[in-house]
């Protein structure tokens, strides 16, 4: 079973929602799809960017059997969300605030009373060898810094602490708080490893310098990410730990 699967098995049929960190609306639209026509999404992202690419999907799928979306950029740590919503969802879209606690009591006031969020968010980043192992030795190659990463700021890995989670989730308003594991490999297969591998650090600490370096130096600080995972090498490719979990938690 995938994330995506995973996530969208433990969501619970609520008539409207919204989408924190919706990127490109891919998880909107697997939530409108869900919710069907008499449903409301609302899909928010920091970036406008990711709001133009996001409308432009969902104009290409258009389809009469889902909920209407509507988006909207905005920080979801300041921006007015509305009011009365059933549910917050998020795939990996919450883990990038300043300050959690400020942008969980404003999500929080968006809800109604009862009114539930479900986020997927990456486990500690020890547990996630799939992105420390290859970033570092990419990193080294390319004389670049991860100091992006760590545990203590914002980033993908910001909540490897599930305790400080979960007070952090109670001050903002939040109870019945339930964290789930996610434990399942990233796969990368040796026909498309040195893309796919590209595609995956292009998202991390090292973006900018990866897609700025020129061929030759991208092509020698990928391999030499692919060769420092060859401990998780199998048959097919690698295999490679990773640690997701599924944050519930109901408004008090
Ligand atoms: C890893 S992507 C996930 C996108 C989408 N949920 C998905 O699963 O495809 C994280 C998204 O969170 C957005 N984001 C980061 N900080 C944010 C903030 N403070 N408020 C709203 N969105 C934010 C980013 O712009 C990015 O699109």
């Known amino acids: 079973m995938t994330m995506r699967d995973y996530w969208n098995e433990r969501a619970e049929a609520w008539s409207t929602r919204i989408d924190i960190g919706c990127g490109p609306a891919t998880s909107t639209l697997d939530i409108a799809r869900r ?3 008499t449903g409301r ?6 970036s406008s960017a990711m709001i133009e690419d996001a409308q432009r999907r969902i104009d290409a799928a258009a389809t009469s059997d889902a909920a209407p979306i509507e988006l909207r950029v905005g920080d979801a740590e300041r921006v007015d969300i509305g009011t009365d919503f059933d549910g917050a969802y998020s795939r990996f879209g919450v883990m990038f605030f300043d300050d959690p606690t400020t942008a969980f009591a404003n999500i929080a006031t968006a809800l109604r009373p009862g ?7 990456w486990g500690a980043l020890d547990r996630n060898p799939w992105a420390v192992v290859p970033t570092a030795a990419t990193a080294e190659v390319l004389g670049a810094s991860t100091a992006e990463w760590s545990p203590d700021g914002p980033g993908p890995f910001a909540y490897g602490d599930l305790e400080q989670l979960d007070l952090t989730l109670r001050d903002a308003g939040f109870n019945q708080i ?4 996610f434990a399942q490999p990233r796969l990368l297969t040796n026909d498309t490893a040195a893309n796919d591998l590209k595609l995956w650090l292009a998202v991390g600490p090292l973006g ?5 370096a020129d061929d030759d130096l991208c092509g020698r600080a990928i391999d030499a990410g ?3 995972m060859n401990a998780y090498r199998t048959p097919e490719g690698w295999a490679i730990p990773a640690l997701a979990h599924v944050v519930s938690a109901v408004k008090r």
């Open 115 to 121: 009114g539930r969020i479900s986020w997927a968010i």
């Open 35 to 37: 919710l069907g026509p």
């Open 178 to 181: 339930k964290i789930e594991n």
């Open 226 to 228: 692919l060769e420092a």
């Open 41 to 46: 999404a609302l899909g928010i992202d920091i």
């Open 208 to 212: 900018h310098t990866l897609t700025d």
